[in-house]
């Protein structure tokens, strides 16, 4: 998420039902019964909308839960993006920026950790240059 917030500028993500252990809005108004979060770590399912952002932030007892993951990683990019403009100007992040996330037309996300980590050696190659 932070590459498409620095790409189109929006400063913050709205996170709803971050603590979002039981399905309650497909199963009637009453509350789901809990479930074993380690046997079935869905909580949230409305059908064919699978997004990364639905669900829960954290477990009970603290665990972070992959969704947290992301919005840190997330967090950590937007930051390096940012890093990188102060060091070598908008336009060339944006370049870089633009190969996954064209002006116009949807995003070619990288599918692989390797195609991200190079992306962000790109970036570091921005703000360090040799």
Known sequence: MG??????????????????????HNRGRDLAPAHDLVADPRTFDDGEDHGALDGVLAYPGALPSLRLAQLRRGLTDRLLLEAAVA???????????????????????PTSDAAWEALRGRVFALIAPR
């Not at 917030?5 to 709803?16: L, N, S």
């Open 87 to 109: 060091r070598a100007g908008r336009p060339a992040v944006m370049a870089l920026v633009r190969t996954i996330i064209p002006a116009a037309g949807p995003p070619r996300w």
């Open 3 to 24: 590459w498409l917030g620095f790409a189109h500028d929006i400063p913050i993500w709205y996170v709803w039902d971050a603590f979002y252990w039981r399905d309650r």
